[in-house]
């Protein structure tokens, strides 16, 4: 296992050494339980790294109280998720704008089922992590599916496919930061979409969920955040479980700031969502609340290790493609040049002992990407490289 490792206990690094990561094997943890102890995991959206000392400091606080029953936000939570998103992005709201959920891929469900009727069209933009792609199917919805673009520096809306194909829609399911692409959409796309979707009457569900994580001084921009009539027609879905790196208390939260929508999305429910994790409650507040500096420190961490994967690809694999990403901590890496006979996911697998996400989940046409969580020790991240490297030499012309 690379990187330094440490067996888990209750004391963690105050000064946030992101070169010690806990050893995960054997924790239960669906990263490192999937594949073989021979295999690096770097598939699914989940960090090594050990989360800040004051979310464990305000869980052992909640801990010494022994009644864990059904459980409903603070008020002092829904204060800070005001206070912070008209600091940090500008955006007024008020605390009862936000719906708390057991995380974004509930909220999105709830949306489409509370907003549009089977046989309905949903736009969504390709590659798309599963869940997003998954769920017009759970709801009888039409997918119409429009590819970002890919230029020489990255990803980029293709504003006419888009906006001919959102004329027909219902709804338009966004993630931004995208995922898996990293691309963080600029003000003035956020403009053209907010636009379009006026102009169709359609809705927007948009998943924000790396919002935290923006690199090389960009700002996220809120889609809600350009206008009221905007804000009107839009479900935003945020939460500190990536950034904080805490996906297992199951927390998330939806903002809608017409009551009618509100009421609407909060009606669809039932048989699907009931309370939140009590837990997870409590480490959201203590994230946004007390844990600033740690997030600071994990964005300079990743933004290194995004960097170090590039110089490491040019290095050692230069013919994969690789744009680095502009948030998040996931590399979608282009393997069509590689020119393997299988699926690079399977290769890599197979011949590297490492565990990638594949492309084809992602979307069609995508076979020969792979995505790479770069959320680990840079020591882990070298020796993946490293070892597709190797697994690549020993293949070549086979």
């Not at 230029?151 to 993630?175: M, P, V």
């Not at 690199?215 to 950034?243: C, N, Q, Y």
Request: include cysteine; proline fraction near 6%; glycine fraction near 8%.
């Amino acid at each position: 296992m690379a990187g330094r490792r440490q067996p888990f206990t209750e004391s963690i690094d105050p000064v946030y050494d992101f070169d010690l990561a806990p050893d995960r094997l054997e924790t239960g943890s669906t990263k490192w339980s999937r594949y073989p102890a021979d295999v690096l995991p770097m598939w699914i959206a989940d960090m090594d790294f050990a989360v800040a000392p004051e979310i464990v400091s305000a869980l052992k606080r909640r801990l010494d109280h022994p009644v864990f029953g059904y459980a409903v936000a603070k008020s002092q939570l829904r204060e800070q998720i005001v206070a912070d998103l008209d600091r940090r992005f500008g955006w007024r709201i008020a605390p009862d704008d936000i719906v708390f959920l057991p995380g974004i891929e509930p909220g999105f469900n709830m949306a489409l089922k509370a907003s549009l009727s089977p046989g309905e069209k949903i736009l969504i933009q390709t590659p798309m992590y599963k869940p997003i792609l998954d769920a017009p199917s759970h709801w009888g919805l039409e997918a119409l599916h429009v590819p970002l673009v890919r230029g020489e520096k990255g990803y980029g809306l293709d504003r006419g496919a888009l906006a001919e194909k959102l004329a027909g829609a219902g709804a338009f399911l966004l993630c931004n930061p995208h995922n898996p692409t990293g691309h963080v959409y600029a003000r003035d796309d956020l403009a053209f979409i907010a636009a379009a979707c006026e102009a169709g009457d359609t809705l927007i569900i948009s998943d924000e969920i790396h919002c935290d994580l923006v690199f090389d001084g960009r700002s996220h921009v809120p889609i809600a955040s350009l206008a009221p009539e905007i804000a009107k027609r839009t479900i935003t879905l945020m939460s500190a479980s990536k950034t904080y790196n805490i996906p297992g208390l199951k927390t998330g939260f939806a903002i809608i700031t017409d009551r009618e929508l509100r009421d609407a999305f909060n009606a669809a429910r039932s048989g699907m969502v009931d309370s939140v994790n009590l837990m997870g409650l409590e480490a959201t507040l203590a994230a946004y609340r007390d844990a600033g500096p740690w997030r600071a420190a994990l964005l300079d961490y990743l933004q290194e290790n995004r960097d170090h994967l590039g110089r490491a690809l040019w290095r050692l694999i230069p013919d994969i493609r690789y744009h680095p990403p502009e948030a998040s901590f996931l590399a979608w890496l282009d393997c069509s040049a590689l020119g393997l006979k299988q699926r690079p996911h399977l290769f890599f697998l197979e011949e590297a002992k490492l565990g990638l996400y594949a492309g084809e989940v992602f979307g069609t046409g995508y076979e020969q990407f792979v995505r790479l969580n770069f959320g680990c020790t840079r020591a882990t991240l070298t020796q993946a490289v490293e070892r597709m490297a190797a697994a690549l030499s020993r293949n070549a012309g086979n």
